[in-house]
């Protein structure tokens, strides 16, 4: 029996009574999958006892299921089609196959029950071909099937017990095939990283198993540019209230762009402005005041202030003027003491008679000559102070010192440079005679007129 087997074998290959390729020559036309099959159909057909009559002259493909969710419609339809167009191409026997899927109860995973009953009778009852093909899916992959491969011989009943006759293998059959334009149209929408060619490519080609990485690249993409704008807002938000400096600013920014990093730096730089507007608004009440006191208290509270240099300058300033004012106050009351003493040592005050009579209407009108004051003696005085001897000479001039000397009194200060040779102005106030001082002064000026001076 062995060597008759070994002679058909032989004699099959040199008349090509198969029209099988040898699975080397075919490999690189068909998946391995198909390989499998045809590998394993060819082995089948050269056991004349289990395919009679010269090979296998009708071949059937049947598709059964016992889960119906394995595979959709359209998946199991398009293996159907693919493994009949492989058969009917690769051998001589009409080839015919089962418009669906058929659904059976039996719920086995792996095909190592291949004597199930129920499927031997599906298959024995299914048609008369010589050889049934029948194609079970029991594993999804995602990509692709694990499928059971049983071929079954019609011979197999009448056959000796010791044959072989039902081949059952397992395969692997893809259910997702590339599209040729699939990694073209993808390398072409990732050439720029733009997310709307990617959501196009995914949007149009969602077959393609690129689809998926499409969608992940958009959704990373889109997350790049909203992180891109929201540093952007917050770079733009920052320059804008950095150019502003003020507290306000600030703030605003702080409430505006909560999700924005740095906020440490915000405040702190919040804190600065808040410092600098405290010195400022110290300084303008001080420069307001402007006293001596003001600026001690601005000095004393804000030495850390960026106006501190100023705010000494003018304390200086001030302290320097305050002195000046104590020396001269000091100088006033010492010339007032002088004379003081100098009028009480005084025993004659200068006489400046009045010569002018008042009119009489029982008498005709005169001349009014001027009026005679007789020279004052060397040493004359008025109200205890010395006329200087060069004024005492004549009337004029007593007149007009002793005027002067009520001004002087007065503490006016004097712009003359007459008048500043006989009086000091140190201490002045600029403030003119009153009462009765300013009655004697009225006097004197008459008296003045009178004698032409």
């Not at 002679?7 to 390989?35: D, H, K, M, N, V």
């Amino acid at each position: 029996m062995t060597e008759l087997i070994a002679r058909i074998l032989f004699l099959t290959f040199l008349c090509g009574s198969l029209l099988l390729p040898s699975p080397a020559l075919a490999a690189p036309q068909y998946e391995l999958w198909e390989l499998q099959i045809l590998t394993n159909l060819q082995g089948l057909q050269i056991n004349r006892q289990c395919v009679p009559n010269g090979g296998a002259q009708h071949i059937h493909i049947l598709g059964v299921s016992s889960d119906d969710t394995l595979l959709s419609p359209v998946e199991k339809t398009a293996i159907l089609s693919d493994l009949s167009e492989l058969i009917s191409t690769r051998t001589n026997a009409r080839t015919t196959k089962a418009d669906n899927f058929q659904s059976i109860a039996t719920s086995y995973s792996g095909f190592s029950e291949s004597a199930s009953r129920e499927i031997d009778q599906l298959v024995e009852s299914a048609s008369s071909a010589d050889i049934t093909v029948l194609v079970r899916p029991f594993r999804d992959n995602g990509a692709s099937v694990d499928t059971e491969i049983r071929l079954w011989a019609r011979g197999a009943g009448g056959a000796d017990p010791g044959l072989n006759c039902v081949q059952s293998f397992s395969v692997e059959i893809p259910t997702k095939k590339e599209d040729p334009a699939c990694a073209a149209a993808f390398a072409k929408s990732r050439r720029d990283n733009d997310p709307a060619r990617l959501e196009a490519f995914r949007d149009f080609f969602p077959q393609c198993p690129q689809a998926a990485e499409a969608d992940g690249l958009v959704t990373a993409l889109r997350a790049s540019e909203a992180q891109k704008a929201d540093r952007e807002r917050c770079e733009r938000n920052f320059a804008r209230a950095r150019a502003e400096g003020s507290v306000a600013a600030y703030s605003a920014y702080l409430d505006e762009n909560i999700d924005c990093p740095g906020r440490d730096v915000v405040m702190a730089l919040r804190d600065q402005a808040a410092e600098g507007a405290a010195c400022e608004t110290a300084y303008r009440d001080a420069r307001r005041l402007d006293t001596l006191e003001a600026y001690e208290r601005f000095m004393l509270e804000n030495r850390a202030c960026p106006q501190a240099d100023t705010a000494s300058a003018f304390l200086t300033m001030k302290r320097q003027e305050a002195e000046r004012a104590k020396v001269a106050e000091e100088e006033r009351a010492k010339a007032g003491t002088e004379r003081q003493k100098a009028q009480d040592d005084s025993r004659q005050a200068v006489m400046v008679p009045n010569y002018s009579a008042p009119p009489s209407y029982d008498q005709p009108p005169a001349s009014n000559p001027p009026a005679y004051v007789p020279p004052a003696s060397a040493g004359a005085t008025y109200r205890g102070y010395p006329i200087p001897p060069d004024l005492a000479a004549s009337t004029c001039g007593q007149l007009w010192y002793a005027r002067n000397l009520l001004f002087d009194l007065a503490g006016y200060c004097f712009k003359s440079a007459k008048a500043q040779r006989y009086f000091s102005n140190a201490g002045c106030t600029g403030a003119s005679p009153r009462g009765s001082d300013a009655a004697e002064v009225s006097r004197l000026q008459a008296l003045e007129r009178q004698n032409g001076c």
